[in-house]
Every structure is written in C-alpha cells, then in structure tokens.
C-alpha cells in the first residue's frame, strides 16, 4: 500500500527541476553523498545515478529505512529528511541527470 502511495506522489508532482535539486543536493545531502566521487559516508551519487531508477531514488530518500534491505544495506544510517514532495522530485532528478548511461541500458 505505502509503494502505491509513494507512486502516485512522484507522478502527481510537477515536472522536477535540476537546478533545484542541486540546491537541495548542497543543504540535505553534501554531508554524506559526494557528486566528484571524493567519497563520503553514502554513495557518490554518480554511482547512484547509474545504477538506480529515478523512482527508486525518490523511494529511498522518502523512506529509508523501508528501502534499505531492496537496495542491498545490512542496516539503515539515512535519516529520513524533511523535505516537500517537490523538493524530493528535484533533487532525484538531479541524481539522475549526473549520468547519461544506466546500467539497465547495457545489454549482455
Ligand atoms: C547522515 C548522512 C546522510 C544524509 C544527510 C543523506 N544520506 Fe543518503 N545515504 C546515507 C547512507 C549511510 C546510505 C546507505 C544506506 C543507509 O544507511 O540507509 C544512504 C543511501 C542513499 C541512497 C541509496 C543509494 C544506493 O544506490 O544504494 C540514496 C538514493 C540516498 N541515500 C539519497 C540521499 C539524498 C537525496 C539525500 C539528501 C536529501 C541523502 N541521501 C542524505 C547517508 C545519508
């Protein structure tokens, strides 16, 4: 049930903005996710962006610890963030802007 909610929030929203998302990217996120692979406490977003959906990405920043065992984590140390539906649109957008190629696109 909570999946079909989040669904309809991400395509309800209005379309996201990527400069924005650079915005909410600097004041949520910089503490624990690099975007120039400097490393940090989470993932590069680089790698984030080429592995993962956009509709994934917006699952997790909603709700972590309801995702971290989808994605691979032993355990959960995201916080769930105060952000606007909008501003979590954004900001997984511009996750998704920072690699062109995906993984599901290579085909083997
Ligand atoms: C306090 C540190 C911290 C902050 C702040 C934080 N994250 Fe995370 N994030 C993590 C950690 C650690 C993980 C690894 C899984 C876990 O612990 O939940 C993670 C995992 C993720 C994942 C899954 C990555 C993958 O591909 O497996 C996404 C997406 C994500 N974070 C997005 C965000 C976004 C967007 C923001 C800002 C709105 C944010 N995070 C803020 C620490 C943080």
Redesign the pocket.
């Known amino acids: 049930m909570k999946k079909i909610f989040i669904w309809l929030f991400f395509v309800s929203l209005a379309s996201a903005d990527v400069e924005k998302g650079f915005d ?2 600097k004041t ?2 910089a ?3 690099s975007v120039k692979m400097e490393g940090s ?3 590069d977003f680089n ?2 962006s080429y ?2 959906k956009k509709e994934d ?1 917006f699952s ?2 909603v709700d ?1 610890a309801g995702n ?1 065992k989808r ?1 691979g ?1 032993s ?5 769930k ?1 105060a ?1 606007k539906p909008q501003e979590v649109n954004d ?1 997984a957008d511009y ?1 998704d802007s920072l690699q062109k190629f995906k993984k599901w696109m290579k085909k083997n």
């Not at 355990?75 to 916080?79: H, K, Q, R």
């Open positions: 909410v990217y949520h996120c503490g624990c996710h406490m989470g993932r790698l984030v592995e993962r990405i997790y920043i972590p971290y994605f984590y355990s959960n140390a995201m916080p963030i952000l900001v996750i």
